[in-house]
């Protein structure tokens, strides 16, 4: 059995390291825009929820590194949200830590909120490196409409 033309995949590198750097760019990339900016708003809207929920240091590479792994296929954001999180929080007085970091449960949901974006950003990751390229199919689907 031989697959058509339209449903063949082909490897793209490109698109998903375009991917990592800020969710939904491979599929912009690769011609899929209106779903890659659907899933560059869905990531984002997780991760930047994840820190207005749980604060700044639910994203930790030093005391949670398990969680930090599935955060960091968010792409360089959760990197740089670690870096503020290790330069001002870690290193500020006991009064500003109390400000700035969050309790029990909140800090849970908000870790959890970011990994999920992470996680779902991985998908993405692949789909957009060895995926089905789904533009032309749809254009035909239209045509025959």
């Not at 082909?10 to 698109?15: D, E, F, H, K, Q």
């Not at 500020?92 to 992470?118: E, F, H, K, P, V």
């Amino acid at each position: 059995m031989s697959q058509s033309k339209s449903t063949q995949s082909s490897l793209r590198p490109g698109a998903a390291v375009l991917a990592w750097i800020l969710p939904g760019l491979g599929h912009v990339a690769i011609g899929q825009t209106r779903r890659g900016f659907l899933m560059m708003f869905g990531i984002l809207f997780l991760f930047f929820g994840g820190l207005l929920i749980g604060g700044i240091d639910v994203v930790d590479m030093k005391q949670d590194r398990l969680w930090f792994i599935a955060q960091a296929c968010n792409g360089p954001v959760a990197f740089i949200a670690d870096y503020f999180n290790q330069s001002m929080l870690k290193t500020a007085d006991l009064a500003t830590q109390a400000r700035m970091t969050s309790l029990g449960n909140i800090n849970s949901t908000g870790t959890l909120y970011i990994a999920l974006g992470g996680l779902m950003n991985l998908i993405l990751i692949l789909d957009a490196f060895g995926g089905p390229d789904r533009g032309s199919e749809h254009r035909r689907r239209r045509e025959s409409d």
